[in-house]
């Protein structure tokens, strides 16, 4: 699998999982330290960390293994570290308070749903 694959699959993780406002955005342009971020929101801290033990157990099948994961400990943001794939997990509150994706607002954000498809009809 490429980078993307796995960023993708992650967002797909995520949604079947009933994460909300979901985004891929591809960051290879404009940083050093990975080639996508994958966002998403939990209605509470507990779906956050059922969506992070999901998308780390799903990663792992695919033989990506997680080289970090912070805030496990209620801080409403847990980030999962792939190497070039970033997993940030928010509760709804904590999300609209960092609002990250403004700063990557100048990088491509991928239509995942719409990538979805189009390896269906592949």
Same mark, same amino acid.
């Given at each position: ?14 949604? *079947?999982?009933?994460? $909300? ?6 960051? *290879? ?17 507990? *779906? ?9 157990? $799903? ?54 749903? &719409? &990538? ?7």
């Amino acid at each position: 699998m490429k980078n993307k694959d796995f960023a993708l699959l992650a967002a797909r993780v995520l949604d *079947q999982k009933k994460a $909300q406002d979901i985004v891929v955005i591809d960051i *290879q342009e404009k940083s050093s330290f990975a080639d996508y971020l994958v966002i998403a929101s939990g209605g509470s801290e507990r *779906q956050v960390l059922t969506l992070t033990d999901e998308v780390e157990e $799903q990663m792992d099948r695919e033989g990506l293994i997680a080289r970090s994961i912070e805030g496990k400990n209620h801080s409403g943001w847990v980030l999962m570290d792939f190497g070039d794939i970033i997993v940030n997990i928010f509760t709804k509150e904590t999300r609209e308070k960092y609002n990250i994706e403004k700063v990557w607002g100048d990088c491509s954000f991928l239509d995942w749903e &719409e &990538e979805q498809q189009n390896e269906r009809e592949i």
